[in-house]
T-cell receptor
Framework: AQTVTQSQPEMSVQEAETVTLSCTYDTSESDYYLFWYKQPPSRQMILVIRQEAYKQQNATENRFSVNFQKAAKSFSLKISDSQLGDAAMYFC????????????FGTGTRLTIIP | GAVVSQHPSRVICKSGTSVKIECRSLDFQATTMFWYRQFPKQSLMLMATSNEGSKATYEQGVEKDKFLINHASLTLSTLTVTSAHPEDSSFYICSGRVQDSRIAKNIQYFGAGTRLSVL
């Protein structure tokens, strides 16, 4: 079974600065998807960014980018120019590319933005 | 992005009663929907996978007779918590998987969740 580990329960960053959230995973599969979801105080889960394992190029979405290291099974999220609205719980998630569509989530990292 | 509507957002009920939660995909068809449970300050745990027109697939340890799932149409899945007890109090979240090629495939879009409190 796949597992996803987020070793940072809490992180904080000064507004406008850059922060990196860590995520590692364990799998025996070669093809899969990785996601970062954001859960603000409203509890609505919002997709931030996704990465296909077969792609070597790191995904980027505006201020959000990932550092995907397949051999190391690492998938970190970098938030540049942090904004107050970025404050939330961030969950890393894994999904097999095969028939099993379930998402396996990490335990989350609570990000605080310091004005 | 795709929109998933979940209703109600909050429900308080007495022990022993049943509660139904609805999950609707508003602008896409979802042959597959997922139901998660989230305890305070914890991650999301998948309860079951809901497939349109067929029986749901439950995760190990989830009581299928207690958490009834119906996915009667391509845009609606319901979760009924039967004979609810205080230990069922939790935050329940649904998601729908987008298959339409106009929108990114294989991404799950989430509803806003339902906070269930059983007295």
């Amino acid at each position: 079974a796949q597992t996803v580990t987020q070793s940072q329960p809490e992180m904080s960053v000064q507004e406008a600065e850059t922060v990196t959230l860590s995520c590692t995973y364990d799998t025996s599969e070669s093809d899969y998807y990785l996601f970062w979801y954001k859960q603000p105080p409203s509890r609505q889960m919002i997709l931030v960014i996704r990465q296909e394992a077969y792609k070597q190029q790191n995904a980027t979405e505006n201020r959000f980018s990932v550092n995907f290291q397949k051999a190391a099974k690492s998938f970190s999220l970098k938030i540049s120019d942090s904004q107050l609205g970025d404050a939330a719980m961030y969950f890393c998630a894994y999904r097999s590319a095969g028939g099993n569509e379930k998402l396996t989530f990490g335990t989350g990292t609570r990000l605080t933005i310091i004005p | 992005g795709a929109v998933v509507s979940q209703h109600p957002s909050r429900v308080i009920c007495k022990s022993g009663t049943s509660v139904k939660i609805e999950c609707r995909s508003l602008d896409f068809q979802a042959t597959t929907m997922f139901w998660y449970r989230q305890f305070p300050k914890q991650s999301l745990m998948l309860m079951a996978t809901s497939n349109e027109g067929s029986k749901a697939t439950y995760e190990q340890g989830v009581e299928k007779d207690k958490f009834l799932i119906n996915h009667a149409s391509l845009t609606l899945s319901t979760l009924t918590v039967t004979s609810a007890h205080p230990e069922d109090s939790s935050f329940y979240i649904c998601s729908g998987r987008v298959q339409d090629s106009r929108i990114a495939k294989n991404i799950q879009y989430f509803g806003a969740g339902t906070r269930l409190s059983v007295l």
